[in-house]
C-alpha cells in the first residue's frame, strides 16, 4: 500500500474515485469531511474480539463493542463465539447478525464455535453456520486440546473455505497459571506459564495444517518460539496465518508488578526478548494480522487477587494509538505496514468486505492522525469495559472519522 495526497469520493456504499482531485460537478448535495494533513485509510478491521452478547450484556453488548470499535477506527470486527450460550449454531450466529444491524455501528462478523459447548469433544455444523453469517470457526477462551478433533475441524473447514483460529495453550502445562513463568512471577509468588505452553500447540496446529491442507489461524501469538515456529511453516508453504495483539506488542511482563489485574491476560504478558520477537514478526511479515482480543470485564471482576482475577483487557479504542506508539514511531514498520496488517489482510485473510480503497470497493474509511498525542481515559471508553493497562498513559495516533458503508459512524469530539 502506497501513501499519495489526494481526494476520496463515495456514493452509495461504495469508493467511487480516488484521485489527487476528485471532481464532483456542479452536485450541491454532497457532503465533505476535511481532512487536511490526515490519513485516509481502508477501514481497520479485528478478527478477534469479545463482545459478551449473548449472556453478559452487563460488562459489553454487540451495540456497544460495534461502537467503541468505531471509536477506535473499526469499520468491522468478528466476534468471538465464547458467549452465554456458546455461538455453536446458526441460531446463534444469525442473532449476532441481526444485533449487529440494528446497532448500525462497525459491521460484526461473527465466528463459530469449532465445538459443540466449546467442549472440545463434537464438531459443532459448519456448514450451517457459514450459511448464517460466520467467517470461521474456533473455541477461543479454550485450546483445542484434542490433536484429532483439530485435525477434523481443518478438514471440515476447508470445505468450506473458513480459516480455524485456534488458542494455542497446552492445558497441563497452563492450568493455574496467572502469568509468564520467569524471574518475576517467581518474586512475586504467582504461578507462571511457560513459552511452551503455546509453542507446543503452535508447531501441532501447523503440522496438522500440513496433513490436511487446511488454513490454520493462529490467535494472539507472544512468545519469540511461536514466531520461530510460524516462520518455519510458512517457509515450506504450509497454509499458516497469525495474529499478535497490541499489549504483546508493547508491554512486558513487569507491568504485572504490583499486581496490576488490568496486566492479566491469557497468553500472559511475556519478556522484552519476546516482545522483540513479536515486533519483528510484524516486521518480516511471520505475522500477517494484528488484532485487539478486546475482553471486556467488571470492575468488581478485576478487583479480585491477582490469581483469581478473569483474563483480558478492552482493546478497540486504543488499539490503533498503541501500535504508532510502540511499532512506527520507533520506525519498527511504517504506516502501510499497519494498515496492512489491520485493514488489508485481515480482509483478505478472512475474506471480508473492504480492507482497500480501490473503487468500487465497500465504502469502510478509517481517516486518522498519526501524529496527535493524548492520554488514555477509560472514562471515556464508548466500550463498557475500562479494564486497561494503558489509563493515563499518553499515545500517538487519534481517529477523527469512521465511515461503514458510506456512512459517518463515529467523528471525533474534544
Same mark, same amino acid.
Given at each position: 500500500?502506497?501513501?499519495? !495526497?489526494?481526494?476520496?469520493?463515495?456514493?452509495?456504499?461504495?469508493?467511487?474515485?480516488?484521485?489527487?482531485?476528485?471532481?464532483?460537478?456542479?452536485?450541491?448535495?454532497?457532503?465533505?469531511?476535511?481532512?487536511?494533513?490526515?490519513?485516509?485509510?481502508?477501514?481497520?478491521?479485528?478478527?478477534?474480539?469479545?463482545?459478551?452478547?449473548?449472556?453478559?450484556?452487563?460488562?459489553?453488548?454487540?451495540?456497544?463493542?460495534?461502537?467503541?470499535?468505531?471509536?477506535?477506527?473499526?469499520?468491522?470486527?468478528?466476534?468471538?463465539?465464547?458467549?452465554?450460550? /456458546?455461538?455453536?449454531?446458526?441460531?446463534?450466529?444469525?442473532?449476532?447478525?441481526?444485533?449487529?444491524?440494528?446497532?448500525? $455501528? $462497525? @459491521?460484526?462478523?461473527?465466528?463459530?464455535?469449532?465445538?459443540?459447548?466449546?467442549? &472440545?469433544?463434537?464438531?459443532?455444523?459448519?456448514?450451517?453456520?457459514?450459511?448464517?453469517? $460466520?467467517?470461521?470457526?474456533?473455541?477461543?477462551?479454550?485450546?483445542?486440546?484434542?490433536?484429532?478433533?483439530? @485435525?477434523? $475441524?481443518?478438514?471440515?473447514? =476447508?470445505?468450506?473455505?473458513?480459516?480455524?483460529?485456534?488458542?494455542?495453550?497446552?492445558?497441563?502445562?497452563?492450568? &493455574?497459571?496467572?502469568?509468564?513463568?520467569? !524471574?518475576?512471577?517467581?518474586?512475586?509468588?504467582?504461578?507462571?506459564?511457560?513459552?511452551?505452553?503455546?509453542?507446543?500447540? !503452535?508447531?501441532?496446529?501447523?503440522?496438522?495444517?500440513?496433513?490436511?491442507?487446511? #488454513?490454520?489461524?493462529?490467535?494472539?501469538?507472544?512468545?519469540?518460539?511461536?514466531?520461530?515456529?510460524?516462520?518455519?511453516?510458512?517457509?515450506?508453504?504450509?497454509? /499458516?496465518?497469525?495474529?499478535?495483539?497490541?499489549?504483546?506488542?508493547?508491554?512486558?511482563?513487569?507491568? !504485572?508488578?504490583?499486581?496490576?489485574?488490568?496486566?492479566?491476560?491469557?497468553?500472559?504478558?511475556?519478556?522484552?526478548?519476546?516482545?522483540?520477537?513479536?515486533?519483528?514478526?510484524? #516486521?518480516?511479515?511471520?505475522?500477517?494480522?494484528?488484532?485487539?482480543?478486546?475482553?471486556?470485564? #467488571?470492575?468488581?471482576?478485576?478487583?479480585?487477587?491477582?490469581?483469581?482475577?478473569?483474563?483480558?483487557?478492552?482493546?478497540?479504542?486504543?488499539?490503533?494509538?498503541?501500535?504508532?506508539?510502540?511499532?512506527?514511531?520507533?520506525?519498527?514498520?511504517?504506516?502501510?505496514?499497519? /494498515?496492512?496488517?489491520?485493514?488489508?489482510?485481515?480482509? =483478505?485473510?478472512?475474506?471480508?468486505?473492504?480492507?482497500?480503497?480501490?473503487?468500487?470497493?465497500?465504502?469502510?474509511?478509517?481517516?486518522?492522525?498519526?501524529?496527535?498525542?493524548?492520554? /488514555?481515559?477509560?472514562?471515556?471508553?464508548?466500550?463498557?469495559? =475500562?479494564?486497561?493497562?494503558?489509563?493515563?498513559?499518553?499515545?500517538?495516533?487519534?481517529?477523527?472519522?469512521?465511515?461503514?458503508?458510506? =456512512?459517518?459512524?463515529?467523528?471525533?469530539?474534544?
Amino acid at each position: 500500500m502506497d501513501i499519495a !495526497v489526494g481526494d476520496v469520493y463515495v456514493a452509495d456504499g461504495k469508493i467511487e474515485s480516488l484521485g489527487s482531485r476528485v471532481d464532483v460537478g456542479s452536485r450541491d448535495d454532497v457532503d465533505t469531511l476535511d481532512c487536511a494533513g490526515l490519513i485516509v485509510a481502508p477501514g481497520l478491521i479485528d478478527v478477534h474480539c469479545h463482545l459478551r452478547e449473548p449472556g453478559r450484556e452487563d460488562v459489553e453488548t454487540i451495540a456497544t463493542g460495534a461502537r467503541a470499535a468505531a471509536a477506535g477506527g473499526f469499520t468491522a470486527v468478528c466476534a468471538m463465539p465464547n458467549t452465554d450460550p /456458546v455461538t455453536d449454531n446458526q441460531a446463534a450466529v444469525g442473532f449476532i447478525v441481526r444485533q449487529a444491524a440494528r446497532a448500525g $455501528a $462497525a @459491521r460484526v462478523y461473527p465466528i463459530g464455535a469449532i465445538s459443540l459447548g466449546q467442549r &472440545g469433544e463434537v464438531l459443532a455444523e459448519f456448514g450451517e453456520m457459514v450459511g448464517a453469517g $460466520a467467517v470461521a470457526v474456533s473455541d477461543d477462551g479454550k485450546p483445542v486440546a484434542s490433536a484429532h478433533l483439530m @485435525r477434523t $475441524a481443518l478438514e471440515y473447514a =476447508r470445505s468450506f473455505g473458513i480459516p480455524v483460529a485456534d488458542h494455542c495453550e497446552e492445558p497441563t502445562l497452563a492450568v &493455574g497459571g496467572a502469568m509468564n513463568e520467569g !524471574v518475576v512471577s517467581a518474586r512475586l509468588g504467582l504461578k507462571g506459564v511457560p513459552n511452551e505452553a503455546e509453542e507446543i500447540m !503452535v508447531i501441532r496446529d501447523i503440522l496438522l495444517a500440513r496433513r490436511t491442507g487446511g #488454513h490454520v489461524h493462529l490467535c494472539h501469538m507472544s512468545t519469540r518460539g511461536s514466531v520461530e515456529l510460524i516462520r518455519w511453516g510458512k517457509e515450506r508453504g504450509i497454509r /499458516v496465518t497469525a495474529e499478535v495483539c497490541p499489549h504483546h506488542l508493547s508491554l512486558t511482563e513487569n507491568a !504485572v508488578e504490583g499486581y496490576d489485574t488490568n496486566a492479566k491476560m491469557n497468553p500472559p504478558l511475556r519478556t522484552e526478548a519476546d516482545v522483540a520477537a513479536v515486533q519483528q514478526g510484524v #516486521h518480516d511479515g511471520t505475522i500477517d494480522v494484528i488484532a485487539t482480543d478486546h475482553a471486556p470485564h #467488571h470492575y468488581d471482576e478485576k478487583e479480585r487477587e491477582f490469581a483469581d482475577a478473569p483474563n483480558g483487557i478492552v482493546g478497540l479504542e486504543t488499539a490503533l494509538a498503541v501500535n504508532i506508539t510502540w511499532l512506527v514511531a520507533p520506525g519498527i514498520i511504517d504506516l502501510p505496514t499497519l /494498515v496492512d496488517k489491520m485493514s488489508c489482510a485481515p480482509a =483478505r485473510l478472512f475474506r471480508l468486505a473492504g480492507g482497500t480503497l480501490e473503487r468500487g470497493a465497500v465504502a469502510d474509511v478509517t481517516v486518522f492522525d498519526p501524529d496527535a498525542r493524548w492520554t /488514555v481515559d477509560p472514562a471515556r471508553f464508548r466500550s463498557k469495559g =475500562r479494564n486497561t493497562p494503558y489509563a493515563g498513559r499518553e499515545l500517538r495516533g487519534r481517529v477523527h472519522f469512521t465511515v461503514v458503508d458510506g =456512512r459517518l459512524i463515529h467523528r471525533l469530539s474534544e
